[in-house]
Antibody
Framework: EVQLVEFGGDLVQPGGSLRLSCAASGLTFRNYEMNWVRQTPGKGLEWVSFISSGGTTIHYADSVKGRFTISRDNAKNSLYLQMNTLRAEDTAVYYC???????????WGLGTLVTVSS | SYELTQPPSVSVSPGQTASITCSGDRLWNKYVSWYQQRPGQSPVLVIYQDSKRPSGIPERFSGSNSGNTATLTISGTQALDEADYYCQAWDSRMVFGGGTKLAVL
């Protein structure tokens, strides 16, 4: 059974930083493209960032470009999201999500809540 | 930036067919996926590459993509199909539609 478990969500002040982690199991992690997708409570899904299976290709949504950094460690079956200069509008549940293709997402984690507030 | 448009809500009677549309410029040229999200749960992939069903997804879920519109069709809709549905495509980045709340009344 594929499991994606996110860690690191917390309450942080505007301008602060946070690092999210995602531990993957039940799949050959190094073969999967990975994404972070967020969802503001009661609202829709917003794609945040993509990293290819080997880590060589990275994309960001315009809303987070220059502030967020995605990375992965295939030896540890782990995905990360470093979030800097956080804003109130970054408040959301952040999902770790995997896809065998870059075109869709096969598996989603349970999500971790990030709240940016003073 | 690329945008996908979905109706905010769709209603269907139990046992009937529900159709949820997703519109985007030249959408026929992109692979469309659909996700189901029940309240309080993570999304689940129900259709990928326009019309393929992952293992474990009931046959009553089907998809199509033509012109500027992709459609998710749920035949013989059941109460447990009541959820939010999101379409998604890739256009140099992943794009989601705004979501459609399916009510089974």
């Amino acid at each position: 059974e594929v499991q994606l478990v996110e860690f690191g969500g917390d309450l942080v002040q505007p301008g602060g930083s946070l690092r999210l982690s995602c531990a993957a199991s039940g799949l050959t992690f190094r073969n999967y493209e990975m994404n972070w997708v967020r969802q503001t409570p009661g609202k829709g899904l917003e794609w945040v960032s993509f990293i290819s299976s080997g880590g060589t290709t990275i994309h960001y949504a315009d809303s987070v470009k220059g502030r967020f950094t995605i990375s992965r460690d295939n030896a540890k079956n782990s995905l990360y999201l470093q979030m800097n200069t956080l804003r109130a509008e970054d408040t959301a549940v952040y999902y770790c999500a995997s896809g065998y293709s870059s075109s869709w997402i096969d598996y989603w984690g349970l999500g971790t809540l990030v709240t940016v507030s003073s | 930036s690329y945008e996908l448009t979905q109706p905010p809500s769709v209603s269907v009677s139990p046992g009937q067919t529900a159709s949820i549309t997703c519109s985007g410029d030249r959408l026929w040229n992109k692979y469309v996926s659909w996700y189901q999200q029940r309240p309080g749960q993570s999304p689940v992939l129900v259709i990928y590459q326009d019309s393929k069903r992952p293992s474990g997804i009931p046959e009553r879920f089907s998809g199509s993509n033509s012109g500027n519109t992709a459609t998710l069709t749920i035949s013989g809709t059941q109460a447990l199909d009541e959820a939010d549905y999101y379409c998604q495509a890739w256009d140099s980045r992943m794009v989601f539609g705004g979501g459609t709340k399916l009510a089974v009344l």
